[in-house]
């Protein structure tokens, strides 16, 4: 089939290079403009129209996509597409554009809909502790991931699942699922199943005040926290005025510290930097200190005194 790809971030590489190798024609790829990154905010293009570059693929970048101008560079690519597929693009689509393509739209969206509808699925089901996530292949409409199922498959979350490996595998299994998806479209052989909008649950953008911690959370509350919001945008406390991000930490118990106020360092160790929290510790054994590389506990103590009755946050 004749394709146009959207999309932007890591996540919906492996899809496009599944879609190529099985045979279809991208016809062109759709991403987000190239941005400023990191601390010398360096203009860099996304993951996405990196890789539609090497295989030879007209790239757009729409700042807009609702509006007449961009949707008049878009019209010739859409009129010779049979469908579009959609993986993490960063922009919602208007229905003009959804009904041009033969097939519609598909999209393939990191969660078991209808939960986690939204643009952070795989992040916040680390934060809620849940035990399994997926990839569904959806039919788009209007609404935010609210359209029919075509496809979907789960995956067990691993003890210590982030935010970074979560992606890693559900990109993988994106890719197997949309090269099924899109054989079983044009043969005919997938069945539309609506969504059940009472089970349904949502996943907000992760702004950077997302990752702030706050103390007085339960220990295993905050672990997730750490580990869902690994690598970005990442959960961060306070130490001497400066942001210190915490990049991987352990739900620890310790008895006689019910004095202790949350945030307060209950032991400094080569193991890591015991925290009191409204419920359990948190061990902290991997840190970035704003301006400093990362780095573990034990490193960080071998330069910076950090002592017991210090408060965090």
Known sequence: MNIIYMGTPDFAVEPLRAIIAAGHRVVAVVTQPDRGRGRGRNITM???????????????????????EEMAELQDYLNMADIGVVAAYGQILP??????????????????LPLYRGAAPMQQAIIDGVKESGITIMQMD???????????????LAADESGDSLETKLSLLGAELVTEA??????????????????SSYAPMLSADRGKIDWGKQAKELERLVRG?????GAYTYYNGKKMKITKSLE??????????????????????????????LRITRLQIEGKKEMTAAEHLCGNKMTVGEKLG
């Open 142 to 156: 209007s609404g935010i991931d609210t359209g029919d199922i075509l496809l979907q498959r789960a995956i067990p």
């Open 252 to 281: 620890c118990f310790s008895e006689n510290q019910a004095a202790l106020l949350p945030g307060t360092i209950a032991a400094v160790s080569p193991e890591g930097i015991l925290v009191i929290c409204g419920s359990g510790n």
């Open 182 to 199: 899109l054989t079983g479209i044009e043969e005919g052989l997938l069945t539309p199943r609506k969504q059940d909008d009472s089970l």
């Open 229 to 233: 919001l690994y690598s970005r945008p």
């Open 46 to 68: 996304s993951a996405v129209k990196e890789d539609a570059l090497r295989y030879g693929i007209p790239v757009l970048q729409p700042q807009k996509i609702k509006s007449c």
């Open 95 to 112: 229905s003009e554009i959804l009904d041009l393509p033969r097939y519609g739209f598909i999209n393939i969206h990191a969660s078991l």
